[in-house]
T-cell receptor
Framework: DAGVIQSPRHEVTEMGQEVTLRCKPI?????LFWYRQTMMRGLELLIY??????IDDSGMPEDRFSAKMPNASFSTLKIQPSEPRDSAVYFC???WGTGGNQPQHFGDGTRLSIL | DQQVKQNSPSLSVQEGRISILNCDYT??????FLWYKKYPAEGPTFLIS?????DKNEDGRFTVFLNKSAKHLSLHIVPSQPGDSAVYFC???????????FGKGNQVVVIP
């Protein structure tokens, strides 16, 4: 079975540029989560969707970040304009329901470097 | 504020011996806890979970213990194998908001 697929795996761009990260969740999963991992803060939840609807975006750092889920098989996380402090690994995860019996399945992440 | 804390960031253990990873949390409202394993350049992979109404859950070589009064849980891996060398994350969630809080991870190195 295909897992969560993220693209690109690596992105290097200059500050001020727009960055778009993509995620394809596992088919049938109705929850989708975007995380950011940094050395200082560890894994932080940015936003999550349920049935394509954003439920909680309280972790989105500022207005430069936006996320969409136009359909059940695709989501994007966009940063515009990007800044060096946005450099991190961004993970997408999906799950069928929530709770300990419905663990989140993670993609392999996008390593983002803003110069 | 870090609701889930993992101290002792790295652990080295001989193959065949027991690995014990610890995790403390501050929010008494957490309903369930999970452990994830992460290899370099890959995403975290679910390992085992436990409900707040239980004090132990076992799956093969992996056992998680929960002490609610101490707000503490631990993961035991026995026997440890070289393939267990990875970073282990503790996570906690509650059914009220569907968010998971993660610890910063423990690096485990199993020496053959």
């Amino acid at each position: 079975d295909a897992g969560v697929i993220q693209s690109p795996r690596h992105e290097v761009t200059e500050m001020g540029q727009e960055v778009t990260l993509r995620c394809k969740p596992i088919s049938g999963h109705d929850y989708l989560f975007w995380y950011r991992q940094t050395m200082m803060r560890g894994l932080e939840l940015l936003i999550y969707f349920n049935n394509n609807v954003p439920i909680d975006d309280s972790g989105m750092p500022e207005d430069r970040f936006s996320a969409k889920m136009p359909n059940a098989s695709f989501s994007t996380l966009k940063i515009q304009p990007s800044e060096p402090r946005d450099s991190a690994v961004y993970f997408c995860a999906s799950s069928w329901g929530t709770g300990g019996n419905q663990p989140q399945h993670f993609g392999d992440g996008t390593r983002l470097s803003i110069l | 504020d870090q609701q889930v804390k993992q101290n002792s960031p790295s652990l080295s253990v001989q193959e065949g011996r027991i690995s014990i990873l610890n995790c403390d949390y501050t929010n008494s409202m957490f309903d369930y806890f999970l452990w994830y394993k992460k290899y370099p350049a890959e995403g975290p992979t679910f390992l085992i979970s436990i409900s707040s109404i239980k004090d132990k859950n076992e799956d093969g070589r992996f056992t998680v213990f929960l002490n609610k009064s101490a707000k503490h849980l631990s993961l035991h891996i026995v026997p440890s194998q070289p393939g267990d060398s990875a970073v282990y994350f503790c996570a906690a969630g509650d059914y009220g908001n569907n968010r998971l809080a993660f610890g910063k991870g423990n690096q485990v190195v199993v020496i053959p």
